[in-house]
């Protein structure tokens, strides 16, 4: 099962690696950007979108971090909590159980 998993992982990617070069072939047209405060030089088309994806998933990776946090917080608590409650409910056990005898 785990070579199935890879290996379709690894056709995946190599279906992503073949349209990326296609999509970089096919794009060549050198475009100059210019921002409101600087001008980038002329580079091919593909490059300033890539560049774009990529910086767009650096920001979603840096906006999602905060909620990452929070949520490895509320976990951490969860399991002290469950970890309190299991020494209870284990004491509980072994003190009902000496009553008995």
Known sequence: MRWI??????????????VGILFAVNNQKTIGLDLIWIELPPVSLSVWLLASLASGVIVGMLAMLG??????????????????????????????LKELT
Request: charged share 30%; glycine share 2%.
């Open 5 to 18: 998993k890879g290996l379709i992982l690894a056709v995946i990617l190599l279906v992503v690696l073949l």
């Open 67 to 96: 909620v990452y946090a929070r949520l490895k917080a509320r976990l951490a608590r969860a399991q002290r909590y469950s970890k309190q409650q299991q020494k209870e409910l284990d004491r509980l056990r072994t003190q009902e």
